[in-house]
Nanobody, 124 residues
Framework: QVQLVESGGGLVQAGGSLRLSCAAS????????MGWFRQAPGKEREFVAA????????FYADSVKGRFTISTDNAKNTVYLQMNSLYIEDTAVYYC?????????????????WGQGTQVTVSS
């Protein structure tokens, strides 16, 4: 079992940056692949980024590639999502997720544990 708590959301102007954090507690953090998803009002939750259990591989949705970066600090049991060049359409609740699977996936069913989410609002 692992508990996930996101932070770092807020209001930012288009073109700005935010860094989201997700602190994990419980079982050994390094034993989990980690992902970020987001859900905009009226839309389904969608994949944003993921990092493998080994931390050697990262994956991104096409819509955020080149703008967002996922990283981890195993000593702090934390996964980050650095978001640059934000668009208004990046506005959503962002969720952190963890998976025990060796290969991280890009769908909701690929993940076993979820945080409560943090709101990101990008204004014009």
């Amino acid at each position: 079992q692992v508990q996930l708590v996101e932070s770092g959301g807020g209001l930012v102007q288009a073109g700005g940056s935010l860094r989201l954090s997700c602190a994990a507690s419980g079982r050994t953090f390094s034993g989990y692949g980690m992902g970020w998803f987001r859900q905009a009002p009226g839309k389904e939750r969608e994949f944003v980024a993921a990092i493998s259990r080994s931390r050697a591989s990262t994956f991104y949705a096409d819509s955020v590639k080149g703008r967002f970066t996922i990283s981890t600090d195993n000593a702090k049991n934390t996964v980050y999502l650095q978001m640059n060049s934000l668009y208004i359409e990046d506005t959503a609740v962002y969720y952190c997720a963890a998976t025990i699977r060796v290969i991280v996936g890009t769908t909701i069913k690929d993940y076993d544990y979820w945080g409560q989410g943090t709101q990101v609002t990008v204004s014009s």
